[in-house]
């Protein structure tokens, strides 16, 4: 039988020499330790894509809206350019009509004040 004295000096790998079942129930309890923390790992990892895959889902969303939304921006620059490039040719037109009836009315006598 051994002392209080003696057992406090007893360590952990002591009682593993001294218990044959204590040392196999520690090394399945260390087993399952790992087997539970690769569980875990596995689990936070399958967490985390699952995560990335929505993230990458949402930024395809938002990129095809953004780019219909360009497409739609680029279709109403053009009209807009194509609007400007008439009103520009009328402009023009209008100058020359001004100016043939301005010489018309020089012709006639017309003088500027």
Not at 47 to 76: F, P, W
Request: hydrophobic share 35%.
């Amino acid at each position: 039988m051994m002392s209080a004295s003696s057992l406090s000096n007893l360590s952990f790998a002591d009682c593993e020499k001294l218990d044959p079942q204590f040392r196999h129930d520690m090394e399945k309890n260390y087993t399952d330790l790992l087997s539970e923390e690769l569980r875990l790992q596995q689990t936070v990892a399958e967490e985390n894509r699952e995560h990335s895959v929505m993230t990458i889902l949402d930024a395809k969303r938002l990129a095809s809206q953004y780019q219909k939304e360009a497409e739609k921006c680029n279709a109403g620059m053009e009209t807009c350019e194509g609007a400007r490039e008439r009103a520009e040719a009328s402009l023009i037109a209008e100058k020359k009509v001004t100016a043939q009836w301005e010489q018309r009315a020089r012709q006639m006598g017309w003088k500027d004040k």
